[in-house]
């Protein structure tokens, strides 16, 4: 079964950077893209942006240019997501979820992984 | 960037009752338009996608309306496992997708 299984919760401090990977099982990653949406304390959810699996391209939303990074590695079916210069107001709940890419959904999710920004 | 706006933010039901949520979009998105349930510490959940397509696995209760601006999402009777809080989301917008802010569904 289709499974996204993400990393463990990170404490980091301001400046610094993290990388939070989303392993795939079930399906071959090149089939489906991934996003990134970020749930931020008691927030909504907020689409980040995606990359393509088959080529490698991201595409970042309004407000993720610059410090986040989105990545793979085909050989282990993991995409990543990489945040730098760290700020308080990047603590949130990440999560992967795949785009199935007839209707557009995001049909699998991961579990979330919790990042902390604190001094 | 096309804004997802759902109403009410807060809702009180008891179980079995019918409840209504409403999305509307700021343009016209067809039929493009996802619904998500989230639990307190879970990840959302697809229930319905193209405005009423139901997602297999989904309980029948759930139901999906709508095109163009105005959409609704229908739970026909409450069950406990059903309070959480619900987004819309528009797929119009090829590689700009948009959630709406949310509506926590609560016990009354």
């Known amino acids: 079964q289709v499974q996204l299984v993400q990393s463990g919760s990170e404490l980091k401090k301001p400046g610094a950077s993290v990388k939070v990977s989303c392993k795939a099982s079930g399906y071959t990653l090149s089939s489906y893209g991934m996003n990134w949406v970020r749930q931020a304390p008691g927030q909504g959810l907020e689409w980040m942006g995606w990359?393509?699996?088959?080529?490698?391209?991201?595409t970042y939303a309004q407000g993720f240019t610059g410090r986040f990074v989105f990545s793979l590695d085909t050989s282990v079916s993991t995409a990543y997501l990489q945040i730098s210069s760290l700020k308080a107001e990047d603590t949130a709940v990440y999560y992967c979820?795949?785009?199935?890419?007839?209707?557009?959904?995001?049909?699998?999710w991961g579990q979330g992984t919790l990042v902390t920004v604190s001094s | 960037d096309i804004q997802m706006t759902q109403s009410p933010s807060s809702l009180s039901a008891s179980v079995g009752d019918r409840v209504t949520l409403t999305c509307r979009a700021s343009q016209s998105i067809s039929s493009y338009l996802n619904w998500y349930q989230q639990k307190p510490g879970k990840a959302p959940n697809l229930l319905i996608y193209?405005?009423?397509s139901l997602q297999s696995g989904v309980p029948s209760r759930f139901s999906g309306s709508g095109s163009g601006t105005d959409f609704t999402l229908t739970i026909s009777s409450l069950q406990p496992e059903d309070f959480a809080t619900y987004y819309c989301q528009q797929s119009y917008s090829t590689l700009s997708w948009t959630f709406g802010q949310g509506t926590k569904v609560e016990i009354k």
């Open positions: 979820a795949r785009l199935e890419d007839t209707d557009y959904i995001f049909d699998y």
């Open positions: 990359i393509n699996t088959n080529t490698g391209n991201p």
């Open positions: 193209a405005a009423s």
